[in-house]
């Protein structure tokens, strides 16, 4: 059984910065193409950032591009997604997500992707 498990969400002032993980267990990630997405309360899901699997080439989200980094470690089974100078309109729920064999010009749909963590609340403040 593959889980994903979300971290290092929490409450921040807004252009405060964080780190959220994302650990893979169940099989490995190096074949995974990985992705962070948000939901916002009333807004549906969307795409934040993704890192291949084959040439860990990274897609950002318009609204997070200069402020987010997306990394793997496929030794550690992880994921990250940095984020600074947070905002308000930054707080969600924010999730990761594995897909498969996944192809690069499919990171940014969430129908890509095979597996989802349970995600991790961001709270930013102003």
């Known amino acids: 059984q593959v889980q994903l498990v979300e971290s290092g969400g929490g409450l921040v002032q807004a252009g405060g910065s964080l780190r959220l993980s994302c650990v893979a267990s169940?099989?490995?990630?190096?074949?995974?193409?990985m992705g962070w997405f948000r939901q916002a309360p009333g807004k549906e899901r969307e795409f934040v950032a993704g890192?291949?699997?084959?040439?860990?080439?990274?897609y950002y989200a318009d609204s997070v591009q200069g402020r987010g980094t997306i990394s793997r470690d496929n030794a550690k089974n992880a994921a990250y997604l940095q984020m600074t100078s947070l905002q308000p309109e930054d707080t969600a729920v924010y999730y990761c997500?594995?897909?498969?064999?996944?192809?690069?010009?499919?990171?940014?749909?969430?129908?890509?992707?095979?597996?989802w963590g349970q995600g991790t609340q961001v709270t930013v403040s102003s």
């Open positions: 890192i291949s699997w084959s040439d860990s080439s990274t």
């Open positions: 997500a594995g897909g498969v064999w996944l192809h690069n010009a499919r990171i940014r749909s969430y129908a890509g992707y095979n597996y």
């Open positions: 169940g099989r490995t990630i190096s074949t995974l193409a």
